[in-house]
């Protein structure tokens, strides 16, 4: 039995887990209070503010500090990348996350949005289910993409490097045994397959990737795939035919 203030029988009482502070940034009023309709009906999400535009946004992320901010591509004054990175500049590093919506034919300004720090991409069709989920995936700390969306990661990237690319000199920091995680995170698999092909600990997977996360300062899992192929750490050519035949999601939950 757990005894709280002293007082012998008196049994802890659980602590409430905090809900979720979402901030929504949508240019049309409707839209933003449709959102907000459907995810305050869960007792664990709470909306904190609504934006009407990007600067906006980027002002109420600084006050209200936010856990998951939904960016809609159609976002006026900041666009929808400047608003990912002054969000995120201003937030201590793993606060906020930044989870994009938009239709499929804004997908090559999607990449752009991953570089700038956003943690998850989202079709703006997507199951109202699916978009509460990658609320809470992304309040836990995770990436949300899908096999399709890191393929054409992969393509973006083989296609299209960034001005700013990366250089393996990099990722000097990284043991040898952080670069083997850090590919195999590129490549797809999730933790459980990455500790079945080096023979280890589910738990020892996920030290290393905390680890080079750290090392990268890279917020989360989609970062690390940027990061690999904007290294050249990962070569397209070899992710293409490693993609392909990849079963279920990309980029898995941490507990996957």
């Given at each position: 039995?757990?005894?709280?203030?002293?007082?012998?029988g008196?049994?802890a009482?659980?602590?409430?887990?905090?809900?979720?502070?979402?901030?929504?940034?949508?240019?049309?009023?409707?839209?933003?209070?449709?959102?907000?309709?459907?995810?305050?009906?869960?007792?664990?999400?709470?909306?904190i503010?609504?934006?009407?535009?990007?600067?906006?946004a980027?002002?109420?992320?600084?006050?209200?500090?936010?856990?998951?901010?939904?960016?809609?591509?159609?976002l006026?004054?900041?666009?929808?990348?400047?608003?990912?990175?002054?969000?995120?500049?201003?937030?201590?590093?793993?606060?906020?996350?930044?989870?994009?919506?938009?239709?499929?034919?804004?997908?090559?300004?999607?990449?752009?949005v991953?570089?700038?720090?956003?943690?998850?991409?989202?079709?703006g069709?997507?199951?109202?289910?699916?978009?509460?989920?990658?609320?809470?995936?992304?309040a836990?700390?995770e990436?949300?993409?899908?096999?399709?969306?890191?393929?054409?990661?992969?393509?973006?990237?083989?296609?299209?490097?960034?001005?700013?690319?990366?250089?393996?000199?990099?990722?000097?920091?990284?043991?040898?045994?952080?670069?083997?995680?850090?590919?195999?995170?590129?490549?797809?698999?999730?933790?459980?397959a990455?500790?079945?092909?080096?023979?280890?600990?589910?738990?020892?997977?996920?030290?290393?990737?905390?680890?080079?996360?750290?090392?990268?300062?890279?917020?989360d899992?989609?970062?690390?795939?940027?990061?690999?192929?904007?290294?050249?750490?990962?070569?397209?050519?070899?992710?293409?035919?490693?993609?392909?035949?990849?079963?279920?999601?990309?980029?898995?939950?941490?507990?996957?």
């Amino acid at each position: 039995m757990l005894i709280t203030g002293g007082v012998p029988g008196e049994t802890a009482a659980a602590q409430p887990v905090p809900a979720i502070r979402v901030l929504l940034a949508h240019p049309e009023t409707w839209v933003r209070a449709s959102l907000r309709a459907l995810l305050e009906q869960h007792a664990d999400i709470s909306v904190i503010g609504q934006a009407a535009d990007g600067q906006q946004a980027v002002e109420l992320a600084r006050s209200g500090r936010p856990d998951v901010v939904l960016i809609d591509t159609r976002l006026t004054g900041l666009d929808p990348l400047e608003a990912t990175r002054q969000i995120l500049a201003q937030a201590p590093t793993g606060a906020t996350r930044i989870l994009v919506i938009g239709p499929e034919e804004w997908e090559e300004q999607l990449f752009g949005v991953l570089r700038a720090g956003a943690s998850g991409l989202l079709a703006g069709d997507t199951d109202p289910a699916e978009l509460v989920r990658g609320v809470r995936v992304l309040a836990r700390g995770e990436a949300l993409l899908s096999p399709g969306a890191t393929r054409r990661l992969i393509e973006e990237f083989a296609a299209v490097p960034d001005p700013q690319r990366r250089t393996p000199a990099e990722l000097e920091e990284l043991t040898a045994r952080e670069r083997e995680v850090l590919t195999l995170v590129a490549l797809g698999l999730g933790n459980n397959a990455i500790a079945g092909r080096l023979v280890v600990a589910h738990a020892t997977v996920r030290t290393h990737i905390t680890r080079t996360m750290c090392k990268l300062r890279a917020h989360d899992r989609a970062k690390l795939v940027a990061i690999a192929y904007e290294s050249g750490l990962v070569q397209p050519r070899r992710a293409r035919v490693a993609a392909a035949t990849i079963p279920g999601p990309a980029l898995p939950t941490a507990a996957a």
